[in-house]
């Protein structure tokens, strides 16, 4: 089936640091979305993007926190400053349509902030 | 606020065995419902999805769920569990104009030989 790539499966940064999580989502999908799973707990939306804006984003998007998909590239994830709260498994997903409503979702960065 | 239940943390299972995992949802209007599998150390992957019609859908591994408007519930269920079949399964719920998912906490399937 279709699939969604991230880049890379694991990123240890200090706090403070800048970080970038990338996606690679399905060719021809037009909405993209970033989740957020703390380790055993639930996955929370962040921030949903289509024709480079952002629609819809959740209270824990913060400040730090930035999205972008230039001219069809890597859709990303960009946190700075990161701060200890961040760590996390962050999923990236895409779908095709509005009305589609399947999200694909890649396997996930896991980001520790020391 | 539309909100997903999973009351059970965990279950477990003999290999063999039939299963249902509970979801109940609570949401205003109607609702579009899916079950997702977390496989360890992987990202999640559709096991099925309810779009308004019947209410019973059927998913992949034999998998099927069952839609109740009056139980405002999307319980899942499979007739014979295999061990491939342990790992955190998701029921979520799509929300808003943009397709944003509300997941529940999860429930953590263990099978037993």
């Known amino acids: 089936g279709p699939k969604v790539l991230q880049i890379p499966s694991h990123q240890i940064i200090d706090m403070g640091q800048m970080v970038t999580l990338n996606c690679d989502p399905v060719s021809n999908h037009l909405y993209f979305y970033w989740y957020k799973q703390i380790l055993g707990q639930q996955m929370e939306f962040l921030v949903n993007f289509y024709n480079g804006k952002v629609m819809e984003k959740s209270k824990l998007f913060k400040d730090q926190f930035s999205v972008e998909r230039p001219d069809g590239s890597y859709f990303t994830l960009k946190i700075q400053p990161t701060a200890l709260e961040d760590s996390a498994v962050y999923f990236c997903?895409?779908?095709?349509?509005?009305?589609?409503?399947?999200?694909?979702f890649g396997p996930g960065t896991r980001l520790t902030v020391l | 606020a539309q909100s997903v239940t999973q009351p059970d943390a965990r279950v477990t299972v003999s290999e063999g065995a039939s299963l249902q995992l509970r979801c109940k949802y609570s949401?205003?209007?109607?609702?579009?419902l899916f079950w997702y599998v977390q496989y360890p150390r992987q990202g999640l992957q559709l096991l099925l999805k309810?779009?308004?019609?019947?209410?019973v859908v059927q998913g992949v591994n034999g998998f099927e769920a069952e839609f109740s408007k009056s139980n405002s519930s999307f319980h899942l269920r499979k007739a014979s569990v295999h061990w491939s079949d342990w790992a955190v399964y998701f029921c979520a719920a799509l929300s808003g104009s943009f397709n944003k998912l509300t997941f529940g906490a999860g429930t953590r399937l263990a099978v037993c030989p």
């Open positions: 309810y779009y308004p019609g019947d209410p």
């Open positions: 949401y205003f209007g109607t609702p579009y």
């Open positions: 997903a895409s779908s095709s349509l509005l009305g589609g409503y399947e999200q694909y």
